[in-house]
């Protein structure tokens, strides 16, 4: 059974920074899912074969996705952050035995972690 633990979640004033922490990252397709109060979960970030990475609109230029193999973890950056940033946030991971694309869609994960929390003050 995969665990997928996050760290690094926080509270944060708008415009500051945090940098989330995901263990282990040694799967084919990783990406990064928040979800706030009465809204649905939405991919934030994603990495896949090649270290080929895709973003939401709304975090581009923001967020950077990133996977340290001497680590083993998957770390998502996130910068210039607003109160609309405001969830939880979860590591995903895709376990196959092929090289896949990075996808913001979660049907497209079967590992989850219980996700840390995200706050964004004004």
């Known amino acids: 059974q995969v665990q997928l633990v996050e760290s690094g979640g926080g509270s944060v004033q708008s415009g500051g920074s945090l940098r989330l922490a995901c263990k282990p990252s040694?799967?084919?397709?990783m990406g990064w899912f928040r979800q706030a109060p009465g809204k649905e979960r939405e991919g934030v970030a994603a990495?896949?074969?090649?270290?080929?990475?895709v973003y939401a609109d709304s975090v581009k230029g923001r967020f950077t996705i990133s996977q340290d193999n001497a680590w083993n973890t998957l770390y998502l950056q996130m910068d210039s952050l607003k109160p609309e940033d405001t969830a939880l946030y979860y590591c995903?991971?895709?376990?196959?035995?092929?090289?896949?694309?990075?996808?913001?869609?979660?049907?497209?994960?079967?590992?989850w972690g219980q996700g840390t929390q995200v706050t964004v003050s004004s």
């Open positions: 995903a991971a895709y376990d196959g035995s092929n090289w896949y694309s990075p996808s913001l869609l979660w049907f497209d994960y079967n590992y």
């Open positions: 990495i896949g074969y090649s270290g080929r990475t």
């Open positions: 040694t799967y084919s397709r």
